[in-house]
Structures are given as structure tokens and as C-alpha cells.
């Protein structure tokens, strides 16, 4: 005679979720990096270039300057009445800086295009929000000539503002993999 057992149902744990840890403390350290090097280039600027003076880096096409910017990006709004340019400027700023944080908080816990993007174009804003809040004006000093083409002076925060929409339009346009 032969004795059959069935097998014993195991005990098994639940699966515990798989989580990816957070990265918005690096994206938050992302955005503080951006905010202490552009104020400290500004500082740079401010000690060591008079305003509406110029220091040149690679001759006819890069140079650093002193400008100060009441206006928009680009001195856009410049030859408004200065007040209701820098009011709105910093309502605007402090509406799109809460938008970003917002959005950043949302999707960073993953690193990513986006977050990173994101990062860099918070920092930017309160970059420049810092400025027109403390001093009514933004200090704009790096100035590019290409051929006959003068770029309007801009600065560091400016720069990570319009890089970080450039990688949002990348991940925009980025093709995305095909499921099978």
C-alpha cells in the first residue's frame, strides 16, 4: 500500500508593493543650486562691473555686463511705468513659482525629464523673484553677439528657466516606446 500526500500549502507572505524612493529631495536640491548660483553671480557682478559697463570674455561674440532689468525678460516692458511692471511681474512670478512647486511636488518622486525641467525652472523663477522683491530690479549680465545679432543680456536664472522649457518640449515631442 502506498501512502499519497498532498502537498502543504505554504504560507507566503503578501507581496509588498514596490516603491521607488523619493527623489524630490535632489530635485529640491536641484532648484537651491540654481537660486545659489545665480544669486552669487549677480553678487560677482554687482562688486566687480559698474552698471552699464561691460567686460569682454571671447571678444565680439561673449562678454560679461552689468544691466539692470526693470522689465521682463528681455527687458520686455521696460518703458512701462516701473510699479505696475514690477507688481504684476512679482504676481505673476509668485503665481507660476507656486504652479511649478505644485507640479514638481506631484511628479517628483520619480527622476525624470519632466521633474528635472521643472526643477530648474522653479529655481530660476525665485531666482529672479528674490530680485525684483528686495532690489525692484533684476541684474542681467551675460551678453551674446552672434554675427550682427545682439542677444538681449540675461542672466543665470534666466538661462535655467529657458533650458528647463527646452526639456519639457523634448519630452513633449519625445517619441514615446511602442507597448507590445
Not at 502543504?8 to 537651491?32: G, H, K, N, S
Not at 562691473?49 to 526693470?70: A, M
Request: aromatic residues 12%; glycine residues 6%; positive net charge.
Amino acid at each position: 500500500m502506498s501512502l499519497i500526500t498532498m502537498p502543504t500549502p505554504t504560507q507566503t507572505e503578501p507581496a509588498q508593493p514596490v516603491t521607488t524612493p523619493d527623489r524630490r529631495p535632489y530635485l529640491f536640491l536641484i532648484t537651491a543650486l540654481v537660486i545659489l548660483a545665480d544669486r552669487l553671480s549677480k553678487i560677482w557682478i554687482v562688486h566687480h562691473i559698474r552698471p552699464g559697463y561691460w567686460l569682454p570674455v571671447i571678444p565680439g561674440v561673449f562678454r560679461l555686463s552689468h544691466v539692470l532689468n526693470t522689465g521682463a525678460a528681455f527687458s520686455l516692458m521696460e518703458a512701462w511705468p516701473p510699479n505696475a511692471v514690477r507688481i504684476g511681474l512679482i504676481a505673476f512670478s509668485v503665481f507660476a513659482a507656486v504652479i511649478v512647486f505644485g507640479l514638481l511636488w506631484s511628479t517628483g518622486r520619480r527622476l525624470t525629464l519632466t521633474s528635472v525641467a521643472l526643477a530648474l525652472i522653479l529655481g530660476g523663477a525665485l531666482g529672479n523673484l528674490y530680485d525684483r522683491i528686495r532690489f525692484h530690479h533684476v541684474v542681467d549680465f551675460l551678453a551674446v553677439r552672434i554675427y550682427h545679432y545682439n542677444w538681449p543680456d540675461f542672466n543665470v536664472a534666466d538661462s535655467c528657466i529657458v533650458i528647463g522649457a527646452c526639456l519639457l518640449l523634448i519630452e513633449i515631442f519625445r517619441p514615446t516606446p511602442k507597448q507590445s
